[in-house]
């Protein structure tokens, strides 16, 4: 059986932006905000299949014939949503991890508990599962999760890289690959979903001990 040729990545998230000539003045792009904020509440409550135009119409407080002048299909409608958010949380990773002090063990404790923090939110990690989802069949979805995952892994591997310079720079993308799955994969039983009562009482604290047991020389421990 032939292997299917890989697509290449793209470098940037899509465009959050409106269709184009549209949202230029203040209260259109609060109009868009709204649209996008009703959008990923019935997102997170209904899923992508219960995602429909006048039901974020609805949401919104806005008619059909105004939404589909910002977002004229449903797909326009989740491509904005996904880069919005996508990108605000990348943002959010790159502050954690370069804000959290000048010494790299802080940053890692502060960024932990910034993730962990942000795992406690049903509709995140709802998101999330919705988006890992749509990923599996729609390359818009995959393509940008590509690049948030490669920007967190980035700031990941920046990381490793002050705290264990021994390690080749193949070895840390690696590792930080490996610790962006394990953290993503965490906050299925996190999340308050479905899957939370298979959580284990005292997991954060496990986290962190193995986490700095795997990552900190015993000198920073």
Not at 58 to 79: E, H, M
Request: aromatic share 6%.
């Amino acid at each position: 059986m032939p292997r299917r040729a890989s697509r290449k990545a793209p470098a940037t998230l899509p465009s959050a932006s409106p269709r184009e000539g549209t949202a230029v003045h203040a209260k259109g792009t609060e109009r868009v905000g709204s649209i996008l904020d009703a959008a990923m509440d019935v997102l997170v409550q209904d899923g992508y299949a219960g995602l429909s135009l006048r039901g974020v119409a609805q949401r919104a407080g806005v008619s059909l014939g105004n939404l589909q002048y910002y977002f004229p299909t449903k797909q326009d409608v989740v491509r904005a949503l996904l880069a919005r958010y996508l990108e605000q949380a990348l943002k959010r990773v790159r502050e954690r991890v370069e804000g959290g002090g000048r010494e790299p063990v802080q940053r890692l404790r502060k960024a932990l508990d910034a993730i962990l923090e942000d795992q406690d939110s049903p509709q995140a990690c709802q998101l999330f599962a919705e988006l890992w989802a749509l990923a599996a069949r729609d390359a818009m979805v995959a393509d940008a999760l590509a690049v948030f995952y490669a920007g967190y892994r980035a700031g990941v591997a920046e990381l490793l890289r002050e705290l264990s310079p021994e390690l080749t720079p193949a070895r840390r993308e690696r590792r930080a690959a490996l610790l962006v799955a394990f953290l993503e994969g965490l906050s299925l039983f996190r999340g308050g979903g479905n899957l939370r009562a298979a959580s284990v009482p005292g997991l954060e604290q496990e986290l962190r001990v193995l986490l700095e047991q795997v990552l900190l020389p015993p000198a920073a421990t």
